[in-house]
Structure formats: C-alpha cells, structure tokens
C-alpha cells in the first residue's frame, strides 16, 4: 500500500500549516474526538465486549476514527487507540473498567519488575493491530484529511505502570522517582525506546504526523520535569525525523521556553495557558495548538462563536485550533459543530 503514502491529500490544510506555510485559516480537529462524543460510537461499542476489543479490531477502530471527520468534518483524523497499549506491549496488561478507567493487575515496584519488561522493537511488534488499523484507515479515508498518530510521552506511561491506576495526585508514580530514581530512568528509557520504534513503525503503515501526549506533565516540579520527562521526550522528537510532530504537555507552562528548543514543529497548550503568554513563551519557532477550555463548549452557541474568535485572533497564523485537553463525554455535538464551523468560516487578512 505504499502508494497511499504519497497520496496527495484532499485537505492538507493541517500539513500545511504545521510546515509553516501561509494559509488561508487555521485548521481545527479536537483531542479525543474519536469515540466518547458520537452516539455512533456509544452504539458499536455497546455491542462488544469492552472498550479494548474494538481497539484491538482493526476494522472497527478504523470505522471509529473516520466517524469524526464524517460527522463534524474535522480537518484530520486521529486513530482510536489508547496510549495504554504501550505498557500491554511491553508486558504489563491493562483493563478498561467501565466508568472508572484504567487498571494494571500487575503494577512496576522494583528493578526486576523492570528488567522483565520487553522494549523497543520487540514490544513494538506486539502492536501489529494497530499497524493495521492505520493501513485500513488510510484505505478508507482515501485522501480526505491527515491521519494522526499518537503515544504517551514517557513519564505519563510510566506513572500508569507504577501507579496502576488513574489517581488525583499519582503520589505513588512520584515516590517513585524520589526513592528509585536510578530504576526510574531505566523504565523511561524502555518506555522511550518502545515508544520510539513504535512510532516508526504507525509511520510507516501511513499516519502524516504525530502528536505526544504528556497528560501527567504538570503534577510534576519543574525540577523533577527536567529531570525525568523532558530529556526522553526530546530524544523522541530528535529520532523521529520522517513526519511533523506535535507535543502536548498538560499542566507544564514552565517548561515552555525549553518545549521552544525542542525538535518539533507543534507544542499544544492547555486551556490555563494564556494564548499570547504562551507564544512569548514559547518563542517563534514552533505552531501552537489548542487552547480552548473543553467547558467552552457547554456555552450556548454565539459564547462557543465568540470564544473560538476569540482564541483565533489572540494568536497568530501558526495555530491549530483544538480544545486544551480533550473534549468532555457529554459535551453537544451541535456545539462541537460550532466550533469547527467558526473556525472553517474564518479567514486570516
Ligand atoms: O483522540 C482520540 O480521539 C483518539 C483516541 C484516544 C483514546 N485515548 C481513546 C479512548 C486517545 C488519543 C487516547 C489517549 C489517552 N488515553 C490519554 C492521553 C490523552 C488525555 O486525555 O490526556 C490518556 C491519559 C489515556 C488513558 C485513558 N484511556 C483513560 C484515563 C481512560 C478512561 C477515561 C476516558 O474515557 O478517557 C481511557 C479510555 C479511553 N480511551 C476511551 C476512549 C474513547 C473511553 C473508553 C470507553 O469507550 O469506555
């Protein structure tokens, strides 16, 4: 299928602007827009087993990633996944438990617990369903919009593997770099070699960009991100080299400055960033993603029109509009829809 790959797109608009050429508006998509919002994806879902059979079925996960761009015509998709598969592939399972989220039976607490880890491109291997769920996925979007790849950055992974579950605070993920910080960079540099030939390889079945999430980021000290988060993100960003990658920090505005020397050509910001702190921040380099408040979208139509203005005029056009996290489970699709029509309605002068 190698041809799909130079496939010009239909709407390269998102390519265009992460490249920093000059365009027309800015191009919109919505973290999490795959599943969660649709009653498409509530009902395929209701007819399975859990949430991690349909991300280990390849047709239906592409069936559920272009539901977004049929529905809202967004201007890329982004492939159903879960930043979980990294630690299943690496060999520690998770399970999905409805309503709650996610849970490790088996957590990481020791240096063994490390050493039995499988890494690089072995564990990658074990994820060919995803491989094809890209290659499916490109077959069928046939050009429309870029597709999107994705893992965790490093720490957000490693907080999963040792804290076992979702936690207000990840107290136990953060002992963890206090009291075992020599244990802790060796599962984040298996974490980062995983992840790294991971990516590759989404690469290569077709994804055009890549997008990091680093959900955990700001339950850290500044010192501790420098410490344990930034190095092995920047290490991924320098060994993917093929596509335009974006990185998406949750939480850490103080580390902008340095996210500017980072190798990519995106960096999201949260919603508590202030658009043009952000830039100053951040310097000229890169595009900036995001920052609309999720909660915007609860407002009645004209507030979500005015808001999505607002953030567009706010900031220059190296922007991509997207929510400063990702969009909540009951948030109307009809405002959804707002806000990406106001943003494909828009013109830069
Ligand atoms: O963006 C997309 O639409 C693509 C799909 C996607 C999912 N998870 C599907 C999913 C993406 C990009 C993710 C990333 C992810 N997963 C992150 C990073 C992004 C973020 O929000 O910070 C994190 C922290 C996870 C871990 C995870 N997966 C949690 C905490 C949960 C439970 C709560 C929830 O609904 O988000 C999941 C489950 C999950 N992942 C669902 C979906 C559609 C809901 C499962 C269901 O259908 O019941």
């Known amino acids: 299928m190698l041809h799909l790959r130079g496939m010009k797109l239909k709407n390269d608009l998102l390519l265009r602007t992460i490249g920093g050429e000059t365009v027309e508006r800015p191009p919109v998509w919505l973290m999490r827009q795959a599943g969660r919002i649709l009653p498409q994806y509530r009902a395929l879902r ?11 079925t390849p047709e239906l996960a592409a069936e559920v990633t272009i539901q977004p761009v049929d529905e809202l015509n967004v201007d890329a998709a982004i492939i159903f996944s879960d930043i979980l598969v990294i630690p299943e592939a690496m060999g520690l399972p998770y399970e999905m438990v409805e309503k ?16 039995r880890l499988t890494s690089g491109t072995p564990a990658a291997d074990e994820l060919n369903y995803v491989y094809e769920a890209i290659r499916i996925t490109k077959r069928e979007l046939a050009g429309r919009v870029p597709l ?13 593997m040792v804290e076992g579950s979702g936690s207000k605070t990840f107290s136990k993920a953060r002992r963890f770099l206090i009291q075992h910080p020599e244990a802790a960079h060796q599962l984040l ?43 092995y993100i920047s290490r991924m960003c320098e060994s993917i080299q093929a596509v335009p990658k974006i990185v998406f920090a949750k939480g850490a505005w103080f580390a902008l400055p340095e996210f500017g020397q980072l190798d990519c050509e995106a960096v999201g910001l949260d919603w508590t960033v202030e658009p043009s702190w952000g830039r100053a921040q951040l310097g000229t380099q ?32 190296r922007h991509i509009v997207n929510l400063g996290h990702g969009v909540y489970p009951d948030t109307p699709l009809d405002s959804v829809r707002t806000f990406v029509q106001t943003v494909q309605n828009y013109r830069y002068s």
């Open 100 to 115: 709650r989220g996610p849970l490790f039976p088996n957590t990481i607490s020791s240096q063994t617990d490390i050493e």
């Open 46 to 56: 209701a007819k399975l087993s859990g949430f991690i059979e349909l991300v280990r």
């Open 148 to 160: 999107i790849g994705f893992c965790g950055a490093p720490w957000t992974i490693l907080s999963y």
């Open 189 to 231: 540099d298996k974490i980062t070699e995983t992840s790294i030939a991971y990516l590759k390889k989404k690469i290569e079945a077709g994804v055009n960009l890549v997008q990091i999430f680093d959900s955990w980021a700001g339950i850290l000290s500044p010192s501790l991100y420098r410490e344990f988060a930034l190095p």
């Open 286 to 317: 890169q595009v900036i993603q995001g920052n609309l408040d999720p909660c915007a979208l609860y407002g009645a139509h004209d507030q979500v029109r005015t808001a999505t203005l607002e953030l567009i005029n706010k900031l220059d056009a």
